[in-house]
């Protein structure tokens, strides 16, 4: 009888080029993406002060708002930048 393993010399790649270069790069997306989150709020909230580093605002709205707003985007970059880095991780270990 014929078996049906053939053996290939050399053995296949497990994983393929394109998989592994967008392994690479998403990474570097969200580490990106989450250190520009980090320094555009904190942008924001310099150019808000005043000379005695006070906050100023029209009125107690946008006060409000620029904080709950400034807060998620805070969340968002600090998740970017902790997926960013278990992705590394996870990359590490495939080679």
């Known amino acids: 009888m014929y078996s049906t393993f053939q053996s290939t010399f050399p053995p296949p790649p497990t994983h393929s080029v394109f998989v592994l270069g967008l392994a690479m790069w998403v990474p570097v997306f969200f580490l990106g993406t989450g250190s520009g989150l980090f320094l555009w709020v904190s942008r924001r909230k310099f150019y808000r002060t005043n000379e005695a580093s006070v906050e100023e605002f029209d009125r107690f709205r946008s006060k409000v708002l620029a904080r709950f707003f400034e807060g ?11 997926m960013g880095l ?4 996870w990359v590490v270990t495939l080679f």
Request: proline share 0%.
């Open 72 to 82: 998620m985007m805070l969340l968002l970059g600090l998740l970017l930048i902790a």
């Open 86 to 89: 278990f992705r590394i991780l």
